[in-house]
């Protein structure tokens, strides 16, 4: 039983006994009074029998017809006249007369009066006494109408009294409700404050709990600046602060591995030229100005677009991967890669610091190893091209084939096989294992496919989602393939019972009946709806923080999981984390990499996860494949992981 409602039982209880000791007393109180008044009544009354009966001159015969008469009138319950030698001369009785009053009134609560006593004489002779009582239903009912009465104001009172200390009872529960909310918010890793208690003796410990939530807050604000640290020392260079060529590689494969993204994309690749003669000739100090530079111009180019990605792949060559076309990219990073070399040269080594650059547009499904291999061969036709007097050399390659000729052509074909797709059913979930330590099975991940046709009369393909949903998002059908994935998903659970992650498309979020829909799927099968988990790109977060979080508050009711994928460096960055109700994150492939042999990077990964696991987030690892990062990112606290290592494992 809670506090709250002990107390009000206390109340109750008190005010009852109060109001019922209270109700007792009066009852009491009025029944003496009443007896007294009975016994005054009785005793009037048998004086002026006794004077009447006296002026019958002594005649026995008048004096009972007298007496009779009078009984008759019904006010008496006992009339008695007793001779001088003790001889009863006349008695009449009658049994309790009724009234307005409860027939147990007179048992429970008997009015004990007193019988009237008087003498009866003639003259000086003395003929014997008058003994009567009279009939006590009126000062019964008297009783019973003033216990009534009295009832009455009593329960008023008691009414408002409840009234009155329930109003109280709220004002001390507003304030315990508010810590208690606190302590709640806290411990799913909210930093709340509350406002001080009006009640004096909670205000100790409200301000108390609110230093503790700043404390709580600060020591987190101090551990993600720490882990910014970290993980600059870790994947960043430490001159120039871009990506160390690892981490590039592995940030340009999973960007590469999204579902979400454009079409195409953008690599350059910069070089200074003749590093070792430009060290010789202008010393360490003045190279690395150089190089700083340079690092610096390609920086600030990649955060003016959102997803870009900046690296330094060795100590004279450096990448910048744009989610542009190449054009846009040539046009405005040539000026400034112009200007980085002008400024290197005006600290001191004009006519020395010669650049060359080439790079790549390609369809972004390409593999890796295709964009490397382009970009290097773009860079070194620049190299061979590029006079000193031309400024920046730069070599440009596209390739616009697409990866396979079943896709069919054209953002109408799109559109027109997407629909025919999503109408006709031509949809499949792939299934992913995600593995805790003990090789259990906590859920699946289920990428979407579509069946396209190059054709109306050819054969659909299954097709994987980061070809088609480029265009899907922008043909506005974005919404339309997630709701077809989570009814998709909602089927499967609702067959086997397990648990199932579907990857929703941050460009849903901004569709107005993305969300009332997305609640309907869930509400008609809401058994099956808490075996489902719905996962966003960690972009979300960052661009749509907003609608996640309105997103989030709308699925908790109907028990769905809620979880960020591919999430890295992002997370130091997105203010109120906590406030988007996650229930886990999944760390990217290229934050995982390197984790067995870098300390330095396990260290990064150990803080980031008791950094989200102090936010009451689930931490679990995309993209594992060798058995020796498996055992490194256990120790680093991880509770699951996917990858080829997963279903590996889970289908030996």
């Not at 003496?32 to 005793?43: D, G, P």
């Not at 990506?243 to 999204?258: D, I, K, P, T, V």
């Not at 846009?328 to 004009?350: F, K, M, Y």
Request: hydrophobic share 50%; with cysteine.
């Amino acid at each position: 039983m809670s506090l709250m409602r002990r107390i009000a039982w206390l109340l109750v209880l008190m005010l009852t006994l109060a109001l019922g000791g209270a109700l007792l007393v009066s009852g009491g109180a009025l029944r003496e009074l009443l007896a007294q008044q009975a016994s005054i009544k009785n005793a009037d009354n048998a004086q002026a029998l006794a004077l009447a009966a006296s002026q019958q001159g002594g005649d026995a015969a008048l004096i009972e017809l007298l007496m009779s008469a009078q009984f008759d009138t019904g006010h008496y319950q006992m009339l008695r006249w007793t001779r001088a030698d003790g001889r009863v001369a006349f008695e009449r009785q009658a049994a309790q007369q009724g009234g307005r009053h409860p027939a147990w009134l007179p048992r429970w609560v008997p009015i004990q009066a007193e019988p009237g006593l008087a003498q009866l004489s003639s003259g000086w002779q003395q003929l014997g006494k008058v003994e009567l009582a009279s009939q006590l239903s009126y000062a019964y009912d008297a009783l019973w109408t003033s216990l009534l009465r009295v009832a009455a104001w009593a329960a008023v009172l008691a009414l408002a009294a409840l009234l009155a200390a329930w109003a109280l009872l709220q004002r001390i529960r507003r304030p315990l409700d508010d810590l208690a909310r606190q302590a709640h918010a806290l411990a799913d890793g909210q930093f709340l404050q509350v406002q001080p208690s009006g009640v004096r003796e909670l205000q100790p410990l409200t301000r108390a709990l609110n230093g503790m939530v700043v404390r709580i807050e600060h020591l987190f604000a101090a551990h993600t600046e720490q882990l910014g640290l970290l993980r600059q020392q870790a994947h960043c260079d430490a001159l120039t602060g871009l990506y160390l060529r690892q981490h590039f590689q592995a940030e340009l494969a999973s960007a590469l591995a999204r579902d979400e993204g454009p079409e195409r994309a953008s690599l350059l690749l910069v070089r200074l030229r003749d590093l070792a003669g430009v060290n010789r000739l202008l010393g360490r100090t003045a190279t690395d100005q150089a190089l700083a530079l340079i690092g610096e111009t390609l920086r600030l180019h990649a955060e003016q677009t959102p997803g870009s990605l900046a690296g330094r792949m060795n100590g004279s060559d450096f990448a910048l991967w744009l989610p542009a076309r190449g054009e846009e990219l040539t046009r405005d990073l040539h000026e400034a890669l112009h200007l980085a070399v002008q400024r290197a040269a005006a600290s001191g080594g004009g006519g020395v610091l010669h650049l060359a650059a080439g790079g790549t547009e390609m369809a972004r499904c390409r593999p890796l190893s295709q964009w490397l291999a382009a970009a290097d061969e773009a860079l070194a036709e620049a190299e061979q091209r590029g006079e000193p007097e031309a400024g920046l050399p730069l070599v440009w390659r596209r390739d616009d084939e697409l990866p396979t000729a079943t896709l069919p052509q054209g953002e109408g074909a799109w559109r027109a096989q997407i629909e025919a797709a999503l109408a006709l059913s031509r949809l499949h979930l792939q299934q992913f294992p995600v593995l805790d330590r003990e090789g259990r099975l906590l859920h699946w991940e289920c990428p979407l496919q579509l069946g396209l046709a190059a054709q109306p009369d050819a054969a659909p393909e299954l097709v994987h989602a980061k070809f088609w949903l480029p265009l899907a998002q922008r043909t506005g059908l974005s919404a339309e393939v997630d709701l077809a994935a989570v009814a998709a998903a909602l089927a499967r659970v609702a067959m086997d019972g397990q648990l199932r992650a579907v990857n929703l498309a941050p460009a849903s979020l901004l569709v107005g009946d993305f969300l009332p829909r997305l609640r309907a799927l869930l509400k008609a099968q809401p058994q099956a709806a808490r075996q489902l988990a719905l996962e966003f790109d960690v972009s979300a977060a960052q661009r749509q923080f907003g609608l996640l979080q309105e997103l989030g508050r709308s699925i908790k009711p109907f028990g769905v999981r809620l979880g960020l994928e591919h999430a890295g460096a992002q997370l130091q960055h997105i203010d109120k984390l906590f406030q988007l109700g996650l229930d886990y994150v999944k760390l990217d492939r290229s934050v995982l990499l390197g984790v067995a042999d870098d300390a330095g990077r396990a260290g990064f990964v150990r803080s980031l996860v008791i950094l989200l696991n102090g936010l009451s987030l689930q931490v679990m690892g995309e993209g594992v494949e060798e058995e020796r990062e498996v055992a490194r990112l256990w120790d680093c606290g991880l509770v699951g992981m996917t990858g080829p290592w997963a279903t590996s494992k889970l289908g030996g």
